[in-house]
């Protein structure tokens, strides 16, 4: 396997690692870095807004 | 000390020895422990973590847990999964011989981003973001030779908008079928040279684990 291979096969694992799942609400982790800043034990789903159109049903985006 | 959750299993023996096991009900979780201290975005956790999830599935299916879910003993795990067990134990049982595979291609006509100052409103924004996430397409005919080509090789197959420059195609395959999607992919690779795509895989439950069909 090339380095770029490599590199690439890398890249989607940790694509899969840190995006993929179940996620467990009231969980989350915000972290700059390598320091994890701020626990968030809330009955919510935090996520970055792509993620969240990509699970939502069209009848949820008003 | 903490456990960073990697899945959920149906067996104790789909874990040990290649991580930790702790029950939750009539299932397991997989995790590392790692002392309280650890900070999550460490890279070599990261990729010790990527590294076992890639061990676990060699011995069995699991549901994939997003990384960044810890748990502090049998009592605190079961009180937060409680809500997932049900759907998890039918998951594992039906999907038990099988894997994800997935297909990431280069939309055909990529769609600029919506920016945030164009906008006057969050809902605003989020509606044009959707609108262009949804509106991002294959080429036709390199998602009909997909179709013809691994869709019958799943048990079950989605596609999906996952930004407005690619689109995935995740399919459920049985274990033992993994090196003929392998096989379908290298001639798609021929057939489509001039479509940028990656097919990757096997990967647990990750799509399919939250099916409610």
Redesign the interface.
Known sequence: MSDAEDE??LL???D??????????????V??????LLYLGLNVVLAN??A???T?Q?KQ?? | MKLV?I??HRERNDIEPVAEAIAVNDLWLSGMAVEESQ?????DL?LR??KT??ALLDRATF????????AHGESDANA??A??LER?RRVLNEYRGMVEMTLKAAAAAPRARPDRHDFESG?AY??A??KA??MTDVAPEFRKAVEDTLAPLAVKHRW????TSSLEFAALVKREDVAAVNDAGAALKRDFPSVPF?L?GP??L??F??DHE
Do not use: M, Q
């Not at chain 1, 972290?31 to 994890?36: K, L, Y």
């Not at chain 2, 900070?39 to 890279?43: A, E, I, Q, S, T």
């Not at chain 2, 549901?63 to 810890?70: D, N």
């Open positions: 690439l096969s989607e694992t940790l899969h690692l840190l995006d993929r799942g179940v996620v467990i609400a009231g969980e989350a982790v972290s700059i870095g390598d320091v994890d807004v792509d969240i159109i990509r939502s069209p985006i008003k | 959750v899945g959920a900070p999550l975005g460490d890279r990261l973590v990527a999830r890639a549901v994939a847990i997003r990384y960044g879910f810890t937060k999964c809500a997932h998890w809902s989020i509606r973001l959707y996430t949804r999906s908008n996952r930004d990656l990757s990967w647990p990750e799509v684990a939250d």
